[in-house]
């Protein structure tokens, strides 16, 4: 099971940091991506990461304010998004994908999904 935190409201070029936790099994054996769905838009990509953290793969949108991360010891995978903007606004989920590196953003690559998280970027 997935349980991601750490979504809410935020203002523009405001900061969050989700955090995707796992129990019931290891992460360490599944490279880890974050996807988001905004309001009458397809589930889309966000960033993805290895197992040992060493490799990650930011969509362009993303780059130089998302921030993927992860703590095999906590079983813990983050995503910090700095510099938020109105369009950041989505449910963000994890996934893990037990698939060898390069990750994609293909969802049936993802065996094990998370509920979601709820993001919000408005003044």
């Known amino acids: 099971q997935f349980v991601e935190s750490g979504g809410g409201l935020v203002q523009p070029g405001g900061s969050l940091r989700l955090s995707c936790a796992a129990s019931?099994?290891?992460?360490?054996?599944?490279?880890i991506g974050w996807f988001r769905q905004a309001p009458g838009k397809e589930r889309e990509g966000v960033s993805c990461?290895?197992?040992?953290?060493?490799?990650?793969k930011p969509v362009d949108s993303v780059k130089g304010r998302f921030t993927i991360s992860r703590d095999n010891a906590k079983n813990t995978v983050y995503l910090q998004m700095n510099s938020l903007k109105p369009e950041d606004s989505a449910i963000y989920y994890c996934?893990?994908?037990?698939?060898?590196?390069?990750?994609?953003?293909?969802?049936?690559?993802?065996?094990?999904w998370g509920q979601g998280t709820q993001v919000t970027v408005s003044s």
């Open positions: 996934a893990a994908s037990p698939l060898r590196w390069p990750c994609t953003f293909l969802e049936d690559e993802y065996a094990y």
């Open positions: 019931g099994y290891t992460l360490d054996y599944y490279n």
């Open positions: 990461i290895s197992t040992s953290g060493g490799s990650t």
